[in-house]
């Protein structure tokens, strides 16, 4: 008997032949579908999907060597075995013409009954084993999409989204994953044969797996027949992976269905491993994102200076594509009665380009305790990075603002100079100056009067350059987002959020305004 029996479609217009061979094969076990025609045939091919085709040439409507040519041209069914028999078609070329246009065997009638059941299970073993080839071709083709996908995840619910969709494709069915993110909470996503997948929260159900079915020094197991929560009426394989013993379990669930085999569980054990690392990388990115970000931010002002005359507020936001620190900054130092008010930019993302800018920093805020002016101040910082740090490219830009009064001093090293807001419009000060470390002489810093109502604005450039864009059109667009009246810290959140999405580069920004 074979196992499993198949579907076999006999067309031959001879009732008796058909009789004969599909009572022999239903013997055999197998299930037998009978046309007298070529399109009869033709019309059961695409109801039935018969696992094998017994074909006489001879038909009284068409061919059967066209009805095999069209079975083989369809791509839905072009694997289908195609046998042909023929009790008159059967000298050597008749045989040679029947295979060259498609025929998979040719069978002489009458037909020994064994050499028919023979010449079938023959056929359908290589059509079997083909077919299991192709789809396990198919499903690592799918795997390695997977795995691209899943390892380009930045967000662990892209992550997981990642590992449901790919699971999906992979195994042409529902599916679903779930894991821990690195702030603890469990997280799920399912994806359904559209391989589009939903995110949501899973409260208790990951630990529970874990701790039943996966022993602590084991990565990665599979269990069948599950009737999980999260997947109600539906008999799931799960299968629990980690990148190590110990570390945090990503939970992959397909249909027990479409995870029967050994093989369909080795494609899903390489998936779930697959998501396994990428998770643990992604946690790891995480924690040393946040371990820069807290660096970062110690090297910034704990506060700003609290004043009525001169209200503030600033912001800065590592760049979305990094987990390095970098080295822009900003500064606000109080010297009897005025505000050294301070934005910079030392190039790079490493710890060396936020040690400098951390120098740099103090050694500002220590020149403009001594009572220098702003020019001696960027002279003494051009001497500084000039000898200890010869390869960055530092910038700052400085202002001195006496709130009382309003009388304001403005410096530029190679830096964005101030946007300036009033009543009167909105507009980027003309004040240039060289690069600190490159030791070239300074013009006079530039004096004006900041009236009541003006707001002033200073940015690091990772706030508006981005590659491919004009620096020019991008400044244009910021001044055109800014207005004299605006709320200060809601002016700040509106800016990172319109001009800061995927920057490429840190940002740092000040904002302050002289109120009556």
């Not at 080839?133 to 995840?153: D, F, V, Y």
């Not at 040393?288 to 660096?295: H, K, S």
């Not at 006079?444 to 900041?450: G, N, R, S, V």
């Not at 590659?467 to 207005?483: F, I, N, P, R």
Request: proline share 5%.
């Amino acid at each position: 008997m074979p196992d499993p029996a198949g579907t076999i479609l006999i067309i031959d217009d001879m009732e008796a032949s058909r009789y004969l061979a599909s009572s022999r094969l239903r013997r055999h076990g197998y299930h037998v579908v009978e046309a007298g025609t070529g399109g009869a045939g033709l019309e059961a091919v695409a109801e039935h999907r018969p696992d094998l085709v017994l074909l006489d040439v001879n038909l009284p409507d068409v061919s059967g060597i066209e009805v095999c040519e069209r079975i083989k041209e369809d791509p839905a069914t072009s694997a289908i075995p195609v046998i042909h028999m023929s009790a008159t078609a059967i000298e050597p070329d008749d045989r040679t013409l029947g295979l060259n246009r498609g025929a998979d065997g040719y069978l002489v009638e009458p037909v020994d009954p064994a050499e028919l059941v023979a010449v079938v299970e023959s056929a359908l073993r290589y059509h079997r084993a083909r077919a299991v080839a192709e789809r396990l071709a198919h499903r690592l083709t799918k795997l390695t999409e997977a795995t691209l996908a899943i390892n380009s995840a930045t967000t662990f619910d892209g992550f997981l989204a990642a590992v449901a969709a790919g699971a999906a494709a992979i195994f042409a069915a529902p599916a679903a994953a779930l894991a821990t993110t690195p702030q603890g909470a469990v997280r799920t996503a399912s994806a359904a044969e559209d391989h589009r997948a939903a995110t949501g929260t899973e409260p208790a159900v990951l630990d529970h797996l874990t701790a039943s079915l996966l022993q602590p020094h084991v990565r990665t197991t599979v269990s069948s027949g599950h009737e999980l929560a999260w997947r109600p009426g539906r008999s799931s394989t799960i299968m629990l992976a980690r990148a190590k013993p110990g570390a945090d379990v990503v939970c992959v669930a397909v249909d027990d269905a479409v995870a029967a085999t050994d093989q369909d569980r080795d494609v899903l054990i390489q998936l779930g491993q697959v998501s396994a690392l990428a998770a643990d990388a992604l946690r790891t990115l995480s924690r040393e994102r946040d371990l820069a970000v807290a660096l970062q931010r110690s090297l910034l002002p704990r506060s700003l200076p609290s004043s009525r005359q001169l209200p503030m507020a600033a912001r800065y936001l590592p760049a979305s594509r990094h987990t390095e620190i970098g080295g822009d900054f900003y500064e606000v130092t109080e010297l009897d009665g005025r505000l050294l008010i301070a934005v910079g930019d030392v190039s790079g993302h490493s710890l060396q380009a936020a040690l400098v800018m951390g120098e740099v920093r103090h050694a500002l805020r220590a020149y403009a305790v001594e009572g220098h002016g702003l020019v001696e101040i960027l002279d003494r910082l051009d001497a500084v990075v000039s000898r200890f740090h010869p390869d960055g490219l530092t910038t700052a830009c400085l202002m001195l603002v006496d709130p009382a009064t309003g009388a304001t001093e403005v410096a530029c090293a190679g830096h964005i100079p101030p946007l300036l807001a009033d009543a009167g419009g909105t507009r980027f000060m003309e004040i240039r100056g060289p690069l600190l470390g490159v030791g070239l002489p300074r013009p006079a810093a530039t004096k004006i009067d900041l009236p009541v109502g003006t707001l002033a604005l200073l940015i690091t450039d990772g706030l508006i350059e981005r590659s491919g864009t004009d620096l020019d059109a991008e400044m244009a667009a910021l001044a055109g987002a800014v207005t004299h009246d605006a709320d200060l810290e809601a002016l700040c959140d509106k800016l990172l959020d319109e001009f800061g999405r995927d920057a490429q580069d840190d940002i740092a920004l000040l904002a302050f305004r002289r109120d009556a």
